[in-house]
T-cell receptor
Framework: DGGITQSPKYLFRKEGQNVTLSCEQN?????MYWYRQDPGQGLRLIYYSQIVNDFQKGDIAEGYSVSREKKESFPLTVTSAQKNPTAFYLCASMGPLDSNQPQHFGDGTRLSIL | AQKITQTQPGMFVQEKEAVTLDCTYDTSDQSYGLFWYKQPSSGEMIFLIY??????QNATEGRYSLNFQKARKSANLVISASQLGDSAMYFCAMRERYNTGANSKLTFGKGITLSVRP
């Protein structure tokens, strides 16, 4: 079945360590997104990519980095510069940009500080 | 100003009754889309319903309908015949300038927690 796969489901980061969250989709979608969700809060956009080899900062990009070398993959790296990384991270993708299609989401990754 | 406002505190509804979850939005665009998502305690985001700014009819999807009042900039979600499995957080989101293809970003509200009582 087509969908979005995020891994791992749970991730722990040590102080000063970079960690990478994986997001893979087999929906043949051009656009992909990374969101951060804090407890009891809405989703905030970190980075997004509307086409391969191109991406833009969202509202809270500081301390994060991404790459988009393949259409199917949009990994997110949480760097040591992100001082408060504990959160729930959601990856999403979307089909044609000029349509009213919704964004489809993965099951998320919960990141915690050790 | 917030683009999407969801201000209701935790909502409670009796099983089999209907409930309305409020959403107001702020945009100067003429072309935009409004989306509702459900997030159960497991965390995944489930798309429920969509309303385009040019749609003349209110959107419906099964037990979900959208009470779209464009002049008041509100897009309230109505869930009919509530079920225990409807207990979750519900998010309203907006995409501006969607028909140009230039913008695909969604802006989310802070969400509303719905609890269905047996």
């Amino acid at each position: 079945d087509g969908g979005i796969t995020q891994s791992p489901k749970y991730l722990f980061r040590k102080e000063g360590q970079n960690v990478t969250l994986s997001c893979e989709q087999n929906l043949n979608h051009d656009a992909m997104y990374w969101y951060r969700q804090d407890p009891g809060q809405g989703l905030r956009l970190i980075y997004y990519s509307q086409i391969v080899n191109d991406f833009q900062k969202g509202d809270i990009a500081e301390g994060y980095s991404v790459s988009r070398e393949k259409k199917e993959s949009f990994p997110l790296t949480v760097t040591s510069a992100q001082k408060n990384p504990t959160a729930f991270y959601l990856c999403a993708s979307m089909g044609p940009l000029d349509s009213n299609q919704p964004q489809h989401f993965g099951d998320g990754t919960r990141l915690s500080i050790l | 100003a917030q683009k999407i406002t969801q201000t209701q505190p935790g909502m409670f509804v009796q099983e089999k009754e209907a409930v309305t979850l409020d959403c107001t939005y702020d945009t100067s665009d003429q072309s935009y889309g409004l989306f509702w998502y459900k997030q159960p305690s497991s965390g995944e985001m489930i798309f429920l319903i969509y309303q385009g700014s040019y749609d003349e009819q209110n959107a419906t999807e099964g037990r979900y309908s959208l009470n779209f009042q464009k002049a008041r900039k509100s897009a309230n979600l109505v869930i009919s015949a509530s079920q225990l499995g409807d207990s979750a957080m519900y998010f309203c989101a907006m995409r501006e300038r969607y028909n140009t293809g230039a913008n695909s970003k969604l802006t989310f509200g802070k969400g509303i927690t719905l609890s269905v009582r047996p």
